[in-house]
């Protein structure tokens, strides 16, 4: 039995609950680790005073835009390599991920060319004050030569989960992350370097993770080959990844968007407003990261037994994933309300009574909502894996901007007018826009599930990308 058809057993016969699980778990411990080693940058930085703490929560937006345009190659390109690994077609899946990889590349050099030119104005416009400016500076100089490491490393990280290899994509980013908390020691406590160090240290492991997320590729553990032969395609390849990517990066810019908005409305209410909405940022994502990670691990289950046309296994692979992200993000969103104060006031090195106070609320009224993640995660990514483009681009665009954005100028003015107290309605934002998301998300990824075809049959609206139609085509040579 060949490599191709062990891993097409693997992904179309395997209990659906083990196999998520199995590719989930991976996932979800190597976005723990890449959040741990951001949360160790702002500890670190934090322990030289208020202004730098707040440096990590303003850069935290020019990582969102670097991930938004990685994330967008990346999952379209592995949700096509998935659905033409289960059709299997393995040459054509190495041509989307090569060309994906060209793309990101590209795109991760643009933006850091750019950011490098317009630093101090960009940190302006994302919402530093004149307190924090330098140390934002410092430390967004080298995130954006970073920019083109981050970028690539999200395709390799994305094609290996969507192969159903998460083990691999694990390794890579979990070697990076401890690589990166290990120099962030070394270069802010031990050299004195400042927020340049943690920047430095981040640039440095991620260059290091990207290496090792690329040896699986070129040492024959994949099913897809990268060649930069084929990298060089059509504009069609481009317009299938692109289009199909897209709603990561509706997801990840608006986020980016949407938390620069935060930080200039969170700027009228002070320095320690700034780095205590920063602190809930990142220990929000912590536990959002692990819904996430599961459902990842669902996408190339979703995927490629859609393009296999084993829809019952989509159907209960949705719902076994929303079952384990609520057990999983309701018991630790149990845990950081019990103890929002004391996880806020371990960022809060100058123990500032008024950090604690407005992060520790914040932290509760996040918590108290994130157990709805999971139904719009496994609505995202569901719809993002098998190609549904228009559902998948919409809802990707609720929770982090048609939701959120309004909340934020909307609910400070309610509360101030109703409680004298318009930084209540901000901390209660995000939560807000958690809650629309799920409401609006929930019933439309039911409704699609329960119209899946039996299987076997061609669902409606079925497209493997461009290369599909070639195949399927009764004249081989008619142009398509």
């Known amino acids: 039995m060949t490599k191709s058809e062990i891993q097409y057993k693997k992904m179309t016969e395997t209990p659906v609950w083990k196999l998520v699980i199995t590719l989930g778990i991976p996932t979800t411990i190597s976005m723990l680790i890449t959040n741990i080693y951001n949360m160790a940058d702002t500890y670190f930085v934090s322990t030289l005073g208020k ?27 592995g949700s096509h390599v998935s659905r033409l690994l289960g059709a299997k077609d393995d040459e054509r899946a190495g041509k989307f991920a090569s060309s994906s990889l060209l793309l990101s590349s590209a795109s991760g050099l643009l933006i850091m060319i750019f950011g490098l030119i317009f630093l101090e104005p960009l940190m302006w416009f994302l919402g530093s004050n004149a307190e924090i400016l330098p140390h934002a500076m410092n430390y967004a100089m080298y995130i954006f030569i ?8 999200c395709v390799f990280n994305n094609v290996l989960r969507y192969e159903g290899k998460a083990t691999f994509a694990m390794i ?113 994502q912590f536990i959002f990261c692990v819904g996430l990670g599961i459902g ?137 826009a958690y809650v629309i998301t799920a409401v609006i998300t929930l019933p439309v990824t039911v409704a699609f599930l329960s119209k899946l075809p039996k299987d076997g049959e061609d669902a409606k609206g079925m497209r493997l990308g461009n290369f599909s139609r070639e195949k399927s085509s009764p004249n081989p040579s008619k142009p398509q």
């Open 146 to 153: 970073a920019g083109p490491a981050m970028t690539a490393s």
């Open 172 to 284: 890579g980013l979990t070697s990076g992350g401890i690589i990166n908390i290990f120099l962030d020691y070394i270069f802010v406590m031990r050299l004195g370097m400042g927020t340049a160090g943690a920047g430095l240290a981040t640039a440095i492991s991620q260059y290091i993770g990207l290496i090792i997320l690329a040896v699986p590729f070129f040492i024959g553990k994949t099913q897809s080959k990268i060649s930069f032969r084929r990298g060089f395609i059509s504009l069609r390849i481009v317009w299938d990844i692109v289009t199909t990517g897209f709603p990561s990066l509706i997801r990840q810019g608006l986020g980016s968007i949407s938390t620069a908005m935060l930080n200039v409305q969170a700027r009228f209410y002070g320095t320690a407003a700034i780095a205590a909405m920063g602190y809930v940022s990142k220990t929000v």
């Open 296 to 432: 990842q691990g669902f996408q190339p289950v979703s995927a490629f037994n859609y393009g296999a046309k084993r829809y019952s296994r989509v159907k209960k692979g949705s719902y076994v994933t929303m079952f384990f992200g609520l057990i999983m993000i309701g018991t630790l969103a149990a845990v950081c309300y019990g103890f929002a104060p004391q996880i806020i006031q371990f960022f809060n090195s100058e123990k500032d009574p008024e950090i604690t106070r407005i992060g520790g609320e914040a932290l509760r009224f996040n918590c108290t909502v994130l157990w709805v993640l999971p139904f719009t995660v496994v609505g995202n990514m569901m719809f993002q894996s098998i190609g549904k483009r228009i559902p998948a681009i919409l809802l990707s665009a609720l929770q982090n901007g048609v939701a959120f954005i309004p909340m934020i100028y909307l609910l400070p003015a309610i509360t101030e007018n109703m409680y004298g107290n318009g930084l209540m309605g901000l901390e209660m934002a995000q939560p807000a």
């Open 51 to 77: 202004a730098a703490g707040g440096a990590p929560g303003i850069v935290f937006s020019i990582m969102a835009i670097l991930q938004a345009f990685g994330f967008m190659f990346g999952h379209g390109a």
